[in-house]
């Protein structure tokens, strides 16, 4: 039997508040209203190293009969680099894939690879790839142990977080910063919807941010969003005592199809993607960890109201 607040049951436990409408499960086929290129890249990396592999070959072998570099093959492999159509073709040549529709999506795949995503009109440095992969995710479990997740935050919120920034943003950098985080929420709300699970520390709900006001209306925002059938938070209160990421913050995406999972951390000296199955298997269980030891979603929603009042007391 499936607990609300366990990661195990986010599949029924989605359905049955979204009124017997089936939510698309990672396995579903998921067609998004923009197509990132970041994740069809890494798709198309992920079967280019299969057909290599089910060939026996090394990246060294495989680009040394094509006459490419190993480090070309190897990005377009892991997804950072493009791939041209003549590329596709030649490598399907050397892999022995002559079926015309297997050919033909692997192409397109390519094609779409080179697309420009709404984000690359900004200037995000690194963050603009964790942008493409969360724009293409069918999922997102996000745990935050002082700061609500970007997903959640409103305009004051996240222009008090991002203006202690060292070093700090001119202003409309921090504008385009803020625009940003506003067009990436979109998601929660378009059809299909991003499925949104929310572990916080109770610490976020106290940490005063932008003032007392800011936070009250943060939130009261949080309660708000909670409502919606396709994000469950739940918060971890300070009885729960120490858990298994007390020293951490993480996202896990997962995507349709054939795109792996990824595991993104993110710190003060920059940004760290986990791919490796072990490791993303790894902070699957520190997730459901966490979702075991935290209030449970109505029970939370109780606490962050009570939090809200407090700040409110404040004013």
């Given at each position: 039997?499936?607990?609300?607040h366990?990661?195990k049951?986010w599949?029924h436990?989605?359905?049955v508040m979204s009124?017997?409408?089936e939510?698309?499960?990672?396995d579903a086929t998921f067609?998004?209203?923009?197509?990132?290129?970041?994740?069809r890249?890494?798709?198309?990396g992920a079967l280019?190293r299969?057909l290599?592999?089910e060939q026996g070959?090394?990246?060294e072998?495989?680009?040394g009969?094509l006459l490419?570099?190993?480090s070309?093959l190897?990005r377009?492999?892991t997804?950072h680099?493009v791939?041209?159509?003549?590329?596709?073709?030649?490598?399907?040549?050397?892999?022995g894939?002559?079926?015309?529709?297997?050919?033909?999506?692997l192409?397109?795949?390519a094609v779409e690879?080179?697309?420009?995503?709404?984000?690359?009109?900004?200037?995000l440095?690194?963050?603009?790839?964790?942008?493409?992969l969360?724009?293409?995710?069918v999922?997102v479990k996000?745990?935050?142990?002082?700061?609500?997740?970007?997903?959640?935050?409103?305009p004051?919120y996240?222009r008090?977080?991002n203006?202690?920034v060292?070093?700090?943003?001119?202003?409309?950098?921090?504008g385009?910063?803020i625009?940003?985080?506003?067009?990436?929420?979109?998601r929660?709300?378009?059809h299909?919807p991003?499925?949104?699970?929310?572990?916080?520390d109770e610490?976020?709900?106290h940490?005063v941010?932008?003032?007392p006001a800011?936070?009250?209306a943060?939130l009261?925002?949080?309660v708000e969003?909670?409502?919606?059938?396709?994000v469950?938070?739940q918060v971890?209160?300070?009885s729960?005592?120490?858990h298994?990421?007390?020293?951490?913050?993480f996202?896990?995406?997962e995507?349709?199809?054939?795109?792996?999972?990824?595991v993104?951390?993110?710190?003060l000296?920059?940004?760290?993607?986990?791919k490796r199955?072990?490791d993303?298997?790894?902070y699957?269980k520190?997730f459901?960890?966490?979702?075991?030891i935290?209030l449970?979603p109505?029970?939370?929603i109780?606490?962050i109201?009570e939090?809200a009042a407090?700040?409110?007391?404040r004013k």
């Amino acid at each position: 039997m499936y607990h609300r607040h366990s990661p195990k049951g986010w599949d029924h436990w989605f359905r049955v508040m979204s009124n017997g409408i089936e939510s698309p499960r990672k396995d579903a086929t998921f067609v998004p209203e923009a197509r990132s290129p970041t994740v069809r890249r890494r798709e198309l990396g992920a079967l280019l190293r299969k057909l290599r592999t089910e060939q026996g070959l090394t990246v060294e072998q495989a680009a040394g009969r094509l006459l490419f570099s190993m480090s070309k093959l190897s990005r377009m492999e892991t997804g950072h680099g493009v791939a041209t159509p003549r590329d596709i073709r030649d490598l399907c040549d050397l892999y022995g894939v002559t079926d015309e529709a297997e050919r033909d999506h692997l192409t397109h795949l390519a094609v779409e690879g080179r697309q420009p995503g709404w984000w690359q009109s900004y200037e995000l440095s690194q963050f603009a790839d964790y942008v493409g992969l969360e724009s293409d995710a069918v999922s997102v479990k996000d745990y935050q142990s002082i700061l609500m997740p970007g997903l959640l935050q409103t305009p004051d919120y996240a222009r008090a977080v991002n203006e202690v920034v060292i070093p700090q943003p001119d202003p409309d950098k921090l504008g385009e910063q803020i625009e940003v985080r506003l067009r990436r929420q979109d998601r929660l709300r378009q059809h299909p919807p991003l499925r949104f699970w929310v572990v916080l520390d109770e610490a976020a709900l106290h940490r005063v941010i932008g003032g007392p006001a800011v936070m009250e209306a943060q939130l009261e925002h949080l309660v708000e969003v909670s409502r919606l059938p396709n994000v469950t938070l739940q918060v971890i209160s300070y009885s729960a005592g120490a858990h298994p990421a007390m020293d951490s913050t993480f996202n896990i995406l997962e995507f349709a199809g054939s795109v792996p999972s990824v595991v993104y951390v993110e710190g003060l000296v920059g940004w760290v993607y986990m791919k490796r199955q072990r490791d993303i298997e790894r902070y699957e269980k520190v997730f459901e960890r966490l979702c075991n030891i935290a209030l449970a979603p109505q029970a939370s929603i109780e606490l962050i109201k009570e939090s809200a009042a407090q700040h409110k007391a404040r004013k």
